[in-house]
């Protein structure tokens, strides 16, 4: 299995550009997430979907958006990238009813806002 | 609303010592996961511990989970430098299996 795969790993934007990254797990898991985690510091989620069609804010979701059109995929898009954007980004994954399960996190995208 | 607390959140220790990383939690869960995670790199599901009292150990690492004091500690013995990481600990919210909070992390380097 290949768990969660994350693209790109890195990624350079000029400010005021957009980009999506993309987010794909094929263990059928319902549960999705999206962190970052800016250097030296824990996690902050930004968005999470139970489900396709599904999507919920989390605790940082100024400036972006998400979209899960199937159980597989969960991209999150940057509109007008920001140097406070500047951060490494995870997506996780969980099983079908998610409780008694740790998440499964993809390998990041580095993305830096020059 | 759930936090989770971590300490300490820096920790600098010899090898061959042995020591513990506390993570608090401010209501009433029974299920905590413990994470590594590598500079550079992503997390990796350490422990998984889902009553009161459970116990796992990996090598010199042991967790434990008391949910009544709200508390669950990550024991490290005889620490080697390869033990050298960023240790979270995570929480499920009561009654909602999908959303977890995580602490802060521990950032544990072990001196040679």
């Known amino acids: 299995n290949a768990g969660v795969t994350q693209t790109p790993k890195f990624r350079i934007l000029k400010i005021g550009q957009s980009m999506t990254l993309q987010c794909t797990q094929d263990m059928n898991h319902n549960y999705m997430y999206w962190y970052r985690q800016d250097p030296g510091m824990g996690l902050k989620l930004i968005y999470y979907?139970?489900?396709?069609?599904?999507?919920d804010k989390g605790e940082v979701p100024n400036g972006y958006n998400v979209s899960r059109s199937t159980t597989e995929d969960f991209p999150l898009r940057l509109e007008l990238a920001a140097p406070s954007q500047t951060s490494v980004y995870f997506c996780a994954s969980r099983p079908p009813g998610g409780g008694n399960q740790p998440q499964h996190f993809g390998d990041g995208t580095r993305l830096s806002i020059l | 609303e759930l936090k989770v607390e971590q300490n300490p959140l820096f920790l600098s220790m010899q090898e061959g010592k042995n020591y513990t990383i506390y993570c608090n939690y401010s209501?009433?869960?029974?299920?905590l996961y413990w994470y590594r995670q590598d500079p550079g790199k992503s997390l990796e599901s350490l422990f998984v511990l889902l009553s009161n009292g459970a116990v796992k150990q990996e090598g010199r690492l042991m967790a434990s989970l008391d949910t009544k004091a709200r508390l669950s500690t990550l024991h490290i013995t005889a620490a080697v430098h390869d033990l050298s990481a960023t240790y979270f600990c995570?929480?499920?919210?009561?009654?909602?299996?999908?959303?977890?909070?995580f602490g802060k992390g521990t950032r544990l380097h072990i001196l040679p």
């Open positions: 979907s139970v489900g396709a069609g599904i999507t």
């Open positions: 995570a929480v499920d919210i009561p009654n909602r299996d999908d959303k977890i909070i």
């Open positions: 209501t009433t869960s029974d299920r």
